[in-house]
């Protein structure tokens, strides 16, 4: 029992920064003990933050404590040093599986305090006061404990790397900056450490700025979301009044169009509570990538934070909000409307006003496309002007029309010199981007011509399969001939079928990932569709190739 006490007494007058009995002991105002220079030290370190806190309950102090030496305890060690008795570390001062090991402590090990990136070894308190002491050691790069202190030394050379290669995007020593990195673009791993630290807060002001733009969006949702339920119960009760009122002939009809506005209403809510969820896992994963940007634009050691950057920096591809910029409606309030016209029209509701009544329901869409067009009248409406780029005219095209016609020619064009030029495919395309619903139509005319939508991140020079309409990701081409049509995308060719026109109209509804092409003539005939996710603002293009074609020409044409 006497020797448990004395092992109390030893741990309650030991200082837990490092881990020895108390040297020149003060308490501060939480009630904790520390050696003077140690408490000292912590502060000194804290002041840089504006903090000063205690390194055990972290209760925080302001202002910053004046420190006396505690005479009772100062006296209580001198009697156990003349004992001979040391005070035990504590057990959580001991490294354990998941923590970095003083590399200088014999048998059980105690935790580290620092790294050296100098010396690449890892020390306790006690084992780092040299570091603290000797002028030479003082300048050494000290760091929070790290595991992989050996992946900061080159496997060719063995010695620490403090460079880093931006040819060849890695960290390297001196010496392979002399040999294999020669006549390289190398700095010093502070250096690329600051500008990839520049990079990092630029992407975190992106993520912010996205996480404001989710959640303000995820608002307009909610708002919408509570529109669409309160016009429909509104819808709801009008029109169980208004056919209370009408004779028995009309009872099936009033189940239906219940049927309709709760069966639209779900739909509707679906789609809206569908968007939410996904912006909701897209704030999460952004806030998420955010705190990990956060952690690693802390790390001190350059070589780890290059060595990470890439990893943690990737950002995903955002969701598409074009889709939450709703357009006004009325919503459920048309059905009320036409079903109070027609209870004073009893003989024409089941012959001509139930097509009405089905419309009106059919048109609640809040967030997705409308259907595509049956007729050329209603492509039409869709339709809008369109005009070529020169900037972007291959030199063997002549602009002409308003720049709406390209017509390939025997002479090169004396167009400037343009970064958007395309320099090996006869191509053109048009100026502005085509965002939403359009339509157009290409009156074409020779041995074969190209109509396309592109992004406009498509290369304008280099191999064919680069810039080439159709023959890469980043374009959809129908290809017309005398005698066929063939539709090309990401270089996969698919022969189609359909009525010779030298008209080939257009339609690109961008937000919900359709692209058609159609025959025209006197009717319309679909050559073909295309359904996917177009992650780019869209523009059309034009080919006029083969040198044979001389002549051939393809207009945008107006059809308003």
């Given at each position: 029992?006497?020797?448990?006490g004395?092992?109390?007494?030893?741990?309650?007058i030991?200082?837990?920064?490092?881990?020895?009995?108390?040297?020149?002991?003060?308490?501060?105002?939480c009630?904790h003990?520390?050696?003077?220079?140690?408490?000292?030290?912590?502060?000194d370190?804290?002041?840089?933050?504006?903090?000063?806190?205690?390194p055990?309950?972290?209760?925080?102090?302001?202002?910053?404590p004046?420190?006396?030496?505690?005479?009772?305890?100062?006296?209580?060690?001198?009697?156990?040093?003349?004992?001979?008795l040391?005070?035990?570390?504590?057990?959580?001062?001991?490294?354990?599986?998941?923590?970095?090991?003083?590399?200088?402590?014999?048998?059980?090990?105690?935790?580290?305090?620092?790294?050296?990136?100098?010396?690449?070894?890892s020390?306790?308190?006690?084992?780092?006061?040299?570091h603290?002491?000797?002028?030479?050691?003082k300048?050494?790069?000290l760091?929070?404990p790290?595991?992989?202190?050996?992946?900061?030394?080159?496997?060719?050379?063995?010695?620490?790397?403090?460079?880093?290669?931006?040819?060849?995007?890695?960290?390297?020593?001196?010496?392979?900056?002399?040999?294999?990195?020669?006549?390289h673009?190398?700095?010093?791993?502070?250096s690329?450490?600051?500008?990839?630290?520049?990079?990092?807060?630029?992407?975190r002001?992106?993520?912010?700025?996205?996480?404001?733009?989710?959640?303000?969006?995820?608002?307009?949702?909610?708002?919408?979301?509570e529109?669409?339920?309160?016009?429909?119960?509104?819808?709801?009760?009008?029109?169980?009044?208004?056919?209370?009122?009408?004779?028995?002939?009309?009872?099936?009809?009033?189940?239906?169009?219940?049927?309709?506005?709760?069966?639209?209403?779900?739909?509707?809510?679906?789609?809206?509570?569908?968007?939410?969820?996904?912006?909701?896992?897209?704030?999460?994963?952004?806030?998420?990538?955010?705190?990990?940007?956060?952690?690693l634009?802390?790390?001190?050691?350059?070589?780890?934070?290059?060595?990470?950057?890439?990893?943690?920096s990737?950002l995903?591809?955002?969701?598409?909000?074009?889709s939450?910029?709703?357009?006004?409606?009325?919503?459920?309030?048309?059905?009320?409307?036409t079903?109070?016209?027609?209870?004073?029209?009893?003989?024409?509701?089941?012959?001509?006003?139930w097509?009405?009544?089905?419309?009106?329901?059919?048109?609640?869409?809040?967030?997705?496309?409308?259907?595509?067009?049956?007729?050329?009248?209603?492509?039409?409406?869709?339709?809008q002007?369109?005009?070529?780029?020169?900037?972007?005219a291959?030199?063997?095209?002549?602009?002409?029309?308003?720049?709406?016609?390209?017509?390939?020619?025997?002479?090169?064009?004396s167009?400037?010199?343009?970064?958007?030029?395309?320099?090996?495919?006869?191509?053109v395309?048009?100026?502005?981007?085509?965002?939403?619903?359009?339509?157009?139509?290409?009156?074409?005319?020779?041995?074969?011509?190209?109509?396309?939508?592109?992004?406009?991140?498509?290369?304008?020079?280099?191999?064919l399969?680069?810039?080439?309409?159709?023959?890469?990701?980043?374009s959809?081409?129908?290809?017309?001939?005398?005698?066929?049509?063939?539709f090309?995308?990401?270089?996969?060719?698919?022969p189609?079928?359909?009525?010779?026109?030298?008209r080939?109209?257009?339609?690109?509804?961008?937000?919900?990932?359709?692209?058609?092409?159609?025959?025209?003539s006197?009717?319309?005939?679909?050559?073909?569709r295309?359904?996917?996710?177009?992650?780019?603002?869209?523009?059309?293009?034009?080919?006029?190739g083969?040198?044979?074609?001389?002549?051939?020409?393809?207009?945008?044409?107006?059809?308003?």
């Amino acid at each position: 029992m006497a020797q448990k006490g004395v092992q109390l007494d030893q741990e309650s007058i030991s200082c837990s920064i490092c881990l020895d009995l108390l040297k020149d002991p003060v308490t501060i105002p939480c009630g904790h003990n520390y050696c003077m220079t140690c408490v000292e030290r912590f502060w000194d370190e804290e002041d840089e933050k504006n903090i000063c806190s205690c390194p055990q309950c972290r209760q925080t102090f302001t202002p910053r404590p004046v420190l006396v030496k505690n005479t009772m305890l100062a006296d209580l060690v001198e009697q156990l040093k003349k004992t001979g008795l040391q005070a035990a570390p504590a057990d959580h001062c001991y490294a354990g599986p998941e923590d970095v090991a003083c590399d200088f402590c014999t048998g059980r090990k105690l935790k580290a305090l620092k790294s050296c990136l100098v010396c690449l070894v890892s020390y306790c308190e006690k084992h780092l006061q040299p570091h603290y002491d000797v002028a030479q050691l003082k300048r050494h790069k000290l760091v929070e404990p790290c595991k992989k202190l050996q992946d900061n030394i080159c496997s060719r050379h063995d010695e620490v790397m403090k460079m880093f290669c931006r040819t060849d995007q890695q960290c390297i020593c001196s010496l392979c900056s002399v040999e294999e990195h020669k006549g390289h673009d190398t700095v010093s791993g502070a250096s690329e450490r600051t500008e990839r630290q520049r990079e990092l807060e630029g992407s975190r002001h992106k993520i912010q700025q996205r996480i404001q733009d989710r959640e303000k969006a995820m608002k307009v949702l909610q708002q919408q979301l509570e529109t669409i339920n309160g016009s429909a119960d509104k819808a709801v009760k009008d029109s169980e009044k208004i056919f209370t009122e009408l004779i028995s002939l009309l009872e099936k009809r009033r189940s239906d169009v219940k049927q309709q506005i709760r069966s639209q209403q779900e739909t509707e809510g679906s789609r809206v509570k569908e968007l939410q969820e996904k912006l909701e896992q897209e704030i999460t994963e952004l806030k998420r990538k955010d705190a990990d940007l956060k952690q690693l634009s802390h790390t001190q050691d350059h070589i780890q934070f290059l060595q990470n950057y890439p990893s943690v920096s990737a950002l995903s591809e955002p969701t598409d909000s074009s889709s939450i910029n709703i357009r006004p409606l009325r919503y459920f309030e048309d059905v009320t409307a036409t079903l109070s016209e027609l209870r004073d029209k009893l003989q024409d509701i089941l012959r001509e006003k139930w097509t009405n009544i089905s419309l009106a329901l059919t048109e609640v869409d809040v967030l997705l496309s409308q259907p595509e067009p049956k007729t050329r009248a209603g492509f039409l409406q869709y339709s809008q002007e369109i005009t070529l780029d020169p900037n972007t005219a291959n030199t063997w095209l002549l602009l002409s029309e308003g720049n709406r016609k390209a017509t390939l020619m025997s002479q090169q064009q004396s167009y400037s010199s343009h970064r958007d030029r395309f320099t090996l495919s006869e191509q053109v395309l048009n100026r502005e981007s085509l965002t939403g619903r359009c339509y157009w139509e290409v009156e074409w005319s020779g041995t074969g011509v190209g109509v396309a939508v592109t992004y406009k991140n498509i290369s304008r020079a280099g191999w064919l399969n680069e810039c080439g309409f159709g023959v890469n990701n980043k374009s959809w081409a129908l290809y017309c001939e005398q005698n066929s049509y063939d539709f090309w995308h990401n270089n996969i060719r698919t022969p189609l079928s359909g009525p010779q026109s030298s008209r080939v109209g257009v339609y690109l509804d961008h937000r919900a990932g359709i692209l058609s092409f159609y025959s025209v003539s006197e009717t319309m005939t679909l050559l073909h569709r295309v359904q996917t996710t177009f992650t780019q603002p869209l523009y059309a293009g034009l080919w006029i190739g083969y040198w044979f074609n001389v002549g051939g020409s393809a207009e945008i044409c107006k059809v308003k």
